[in-house]
């Protein structure tokens, strides 16, 4: 299983008994698995089978599935509950008598639930679950859409994430580089501050050379270097296990970001800390598409 994306869009048609009916699943960037259902009144009975379906396909993301039915024949059991209309009627005439706003239209009350409900005969209970049957298969086929939609943009994902990786891994090797002159560059910077501050030759070459000593231990990002190393070697293990490794790699984006930022502060050098933001702002894109990996 290659790189899955948590976005996608997918829709399926079905059919019985003169009934047609339409699903429309989509889904977006999440923690967990998170499912919202939009069922015409009615179709609760549904809901339990139709979460299993979503959790045998997919391990993360805020899915909605929308089910949109047109009864055609199958509307003869269809009728009006008169109280509940009767409620709703009443209640929608004081909103718009207290607050001024338009009353209330008639596909809006009928959209109620429970306004309008089905009556359906004992004997026709068969009928009833094979319909039923009938638009959880148009279901699954709309969330195995979804499913295929969601690799698809996985594959795109994948490269992006490719080539982010590729430049941080090249930016932290500029950075390793950069850092192998920083103890020259402390040795410089203090010679001319005892120059500024002191007569020539006042500091003996020993006693320079264990403050440039100090300095630069202070300064060493060699281990910041090794674990941003590990890091990309990780990353890119991880972007091409074919498992479902979204937290894994949000979490890494992190360890990312907490070395570049001890990077930039142990920094004594110009040209280092030009390297350590570019790094920030290279993993800052990089968890930002993180955050749609599954």
């Not at 009916?21 to 499912?35: F, I």
């Not at 718009?96 to 306004?115: C, F, M, N, Q, W």
């Not at 009556?119 to 086929?141: K, M, N, Q, S, Y």
Request: charged share 25%.
């Amino acid at each position: 299983m290659a790189l899955v994306s948590m976005t996608g869009f997918a829709e399926s048609h079905g059919g019985r008994d003169g009934a047609q009916w339409r699903w429309e699943v989509r889904s977006v960037n999440g923690r967990g698995l998170e499912l919202r259902l939009r069922l015409p009144p009615g179709f609760d009975s549904i809901e339990p089978a139709a979460r299993t379906l979503a959790t045998g396909r997919f391990k993360r993301g805020n899915l909605q599935a929308t089910l949109t039915f047109d009864p055609g024949t199958w509307a003869r059991g269809l009728r009006i509950d008169a109280e509940a209309l009767a409620s709703a009627v009443k209640i929608a005439k004081h909103v718009a008598a207290e607050t001024g706003l338009r009353p209330a239209s008639v596909d809006g009350l009928l959209a109620l639930k429970g306004v309008i409900v089905q009556d359906e005969p004992l004997e026709d209970a068969e009928v009833h679950a094979g319909r039923d049957a009938a638009i959880l298969e148009t279901l699954a086929a709309a969330l195995d859409a979804l499913k295929k939609a969601r690799a698809n943009e996985g594959a795109k994902l994948a490269a992006v994430l490719s080539a982010q990786m590729d430049e941080i891994a090249r930016l932290t090797e500029a950075a390793g580089q950069s850092a192998a002159a920083q103890p020259a560059v402390l040795h410089d910077r203090l010679m001319q501050q005892l120059n500024e501050l002191l007569a020539p030759g006042a500091v003996s070459p020993e006693r320079l050379a264990q403050e440039v000593a100090l300095l630069a231990t202070r300064a060493d990002i060699r281990e910041e270097i090794d674990r941003l190393t590990a890091h990309v070697s990780e990353a890119k293990r991880l972007l091409v296990s074919g498992e479902a490794v979204g937290r894994r790699i949000d979490f890494l984006a992190q360890e990312f970001n907490r070395e570049a930022n001890t990077l930039c502060s142990k920094s004594s050098d110009i040209e280092l800390t030009r390297l350590g933001l570019d790094l920030k702002t290279a993993i800052d894109q990089f968890r930002e598409q993180a955050q749609n990996v599954e």
